[in-house]
C-alpha cells in the first residue's frame, strides 16, 4: 500500500493552523534544479519540481524532453549530488490542451489524455488540470463555460486515475497522484501586456469552480479521486510583466482567503509568484496559498548569476591574449535575434526597449535560449575561464555582494560554479522563509 502523499500532509497541517506550505520550481535547468535540491539537502526537506506541458509533452516540448526523459533528468541530477529520490515530488502543470488550443475540441483533447497519461505513468504525482483556454470550435465571443472546463477536466482526470491503476500493476509503492484544479489560471511565464491591475477570483466564482468540478468528477465516478483533489488555482492579484510587479495585496484577497475555510481538504495554488517579496510570500501562504509556483524568477537570478560572472571574467581576463572571453551576453542575445519566436510576442515598445527587455525583462524569455549550442558553449567557456584563478574578493563585492558576504563568513566556495548556483540560492531562501520550510522550521513541517 503505497504512503500518504506529502502534498496532503502538508494540506493537513495547514487546516490545523500551522501556516506551512511548499514551493513549486518550474524549471528544466540544471543549475537551477541542483541549486534547488542542495539547499533542500541541507535542510532534510522535499523538493517539488514541475514540468509544463508545452516544455515537456509526448511531442517533445520546447526541451526536447518527454515525460519520462525528464524524470530521468531530474533523477540524474539528484543521483549526482547524492539527493535522496523518495524525496523528489514531480509535477505536471497546465496539463491539458494549452499546447494545442488552435485545434478542435476532439484533436486537443486527444492529445490532452495522452500527454496526462504519460505523465502519470512516468511517476508525476502532482497533476494540475488546466482546461480553462478556449479550443479551435468554442466561440471565442463568449467565457469559457466552468461546465465545459470542470467536463473536460474530469476527462482528464480520469485518464489519470487509469494510468495510475496500469502503473500500479508494475510498482505496488508508486504513490497516489494528487490533482489541483481551477480555471482562474495566469498565463504562463507572466502576462504579455502591461496591465492596470489584477482582478482577485471573486468569492462566487471560486465557489462555483469547487462545486462544478466535484459535479463532473462524480459523474464520471471519480469520487474517490475528488478525495485527492488537493487545491485550487485561484488569481489572489500577484502577477509580472516585463518591467512591473503586481504585489499581493492581502486585504484585497480576504474575502478569498475567508471563503477557503469551509474547505477542509483544500489550499489555494499560487501561480505567477515571482518576485514578491519575502514578506508577501509568507502572507500569501498564510492566508492560504500553500502551494506557490516559481519559474521566470529562477531563472532570472541564474541569467543575473551569469551575467555577473561574464563581467568578473572580462575584469580579469580582458588583456589576456591567451584566453578567449565567453563574450556570453552578447551571444545571449545573438541567440535570441536569430531566433526570435520566443521573445517578439512578449516584448513591446521601440528598438532601444526591446533590446533592453531581451536581456533584463521579468518575463524572462532569456532562459529559453539556454539550451541554445552557443549559449551553452559559452557558459562552459566562462565558468572554464574563471575556473582557472581565485575570483579577487573585490570584483564578488562588486558585482555579487550577497555571494561575497557569504565567502567571506565561509558559508560559500569561491568558485565560478558555487557562486553561480547560489545567486539562484538568494531566490529560493524567499520561498523557504514564506513556507516555513527554513531550518527554523524544518520540524514543524515534515
Not at 17 to 44: K, Q, T
Not at 130 to 137: I, N, Q, R, V
Not at 250 to 272: I, T
Not at 298 to 327: K, Q
Request: with cysteine; hydrophobic share 40%; charged share 25%.
Amino acid at each position: 500500500m503505497a504512503d500518504l502523499h506529502p502534498l496532503k500532509e502538508l494540506v493537513a497541517l495547514h487546516k490545523l493552523g500551522v501556516p506551512v506550505g511548499i514551493y513549486s520550481a518550474c524549471s528544466a535547468n540544471e543549475f537551477v534544479i541542483e541549486a534547488v535540491m542542495e539547499r533542500a539537502l541541507e535542510l532534510d526537506n522535499y523538493v517539488l519540481i514541475e514540468a509544463t506541458a508545452n516544455q515537456v509533452n509526448q511531442f517533445g516540448g520546447y526541451t526536447n524532453m518527454k515525460p519520462l526523459d525528464f524524470k530521468e533528468f531530474v533523477y540524474g541530477i539528484a543521483k549526482k549530488i547524492k539527493f535522496p529520490e523518495e524525496k523528489i515530488i514531480l509535477g505536471g502543470d497546465h496539463l491539458g490542451p494549452l499546447t494545442w488550443k488552435n485545434e478542435k475540441s476532439k484533436d486537443a483533447m486527444e492529445k490532452s489524455c495522452e500527454l496526462i497519461k504519460q505523465y502519470v505513468m512516468a511517476g508525476f504525482t502532482k497533476i494540475h488540470i488546466d482546461t480553462s483556454m478556449h479550443l479551435a470550435d468554442d466561440n471565442i465571443n463568449e467565457k469559457l463555460d466552468t461546465g465545459i472546463i470542470a467536463e473536460r477536466g474530469a476527462l482528464l482526470c480520469k485518464v489519470a486515475e487509469e494510468a495510475y491503476a496500469e502503473l500500479l500493476k508494475n510498482d505496488k509503492a508508486a504513490l497516489q497522484p494528487v490533482y489541483v484544479v481551477g480555471s482562474e489560471v495566469p498565463v504562463p511565464g507572466g502576462i504579455q501586456e502591461e496591465e492596470e491591475g489584477i482582478q482577485v477570483t471573486k468569492v462566487c466564482d471560486f465557489e462555483a469552480t469547487v462545486e462544478t468540478f466535484k459535479q463532473a468528477f462524480y459523474k464520471l465516478g471519480l469520487q474517490k479521486a475528488w478525495d485527492n483533489v488537493i487545491a485550487v488555482v485561484v488569481q489572489p492579484g500577484v502577477e509580472f510583466g516585463d518591467e512591473t510587479i503586481h504585489e499581493y495585496d492581502r486585504e484585497a484577497a480576504k474575502e478569498l482567503s475567508q471563503a477557503l475555510k469551509s474547505y477542509p481538504n483544500l489550499v489555494f495554488e499560487g501561480h505567477s509568484t515571482d518576485y514578491q517579496t519575502r514578506t508577501k510570500l509568507r502572507e500569501m501562504v498564510q492566508d492560504g496559498i500553500a502551494i506557490l509556483k516559481v519559474g521566470p524568477a529562477l531563472t532570472f537570478a541564474l541569467r543575473e548569476g551569469l551575467f555577473s560572472l561574464c563581467m568578473i571574467e572580462e575584469e580579469i581576463f580582458r588583456y589576456n591574449p591567451d584566453i578567449h572571453l565567453s563574450n556570453l551576453i552578447s551571444i545571449f542575445d545573438e541567440a535570441m535575434l536569430q531566433n526570435p519566436d520566443n521573445w517578439n510576442k512578449h516584448y513591446h515598445g521601440n528598438g532601444v526597449k526591446i533590446r533592453f527587455a531581451r536581456k533584463y525583462s521579468f518575463s524572462d524569455r532569456c532562459r529559453y535560449y539556454l539550451p541554445d549550442t552557443n549559449v551553452q558553449n559559452s557558459i562552459r567557456r566562462l565558468l572554464q575561464n574563471l575556473g582557472t584563478v581565485t575570483i579577487p574578493l573585490s570584483l564578488l563585492s562588486e558585482y555579487m555582494p550577497i555571494q561575497y558576504s557569504k565567502v567571506r563568513s565561509g558559508k560559500l566556495h569561491n568558485d565560478p560554479v558555487s557562486l553561480l548556483k547560489d545567486r539562484v540560492v538568494n531566490c529560493i531562501d524567499d520561498y523557504l522563509y514564506a513556507t516555513k520550510q527554513d531550518d527554523s522550521f524544518k520540524s514543524v513541517v515534515y
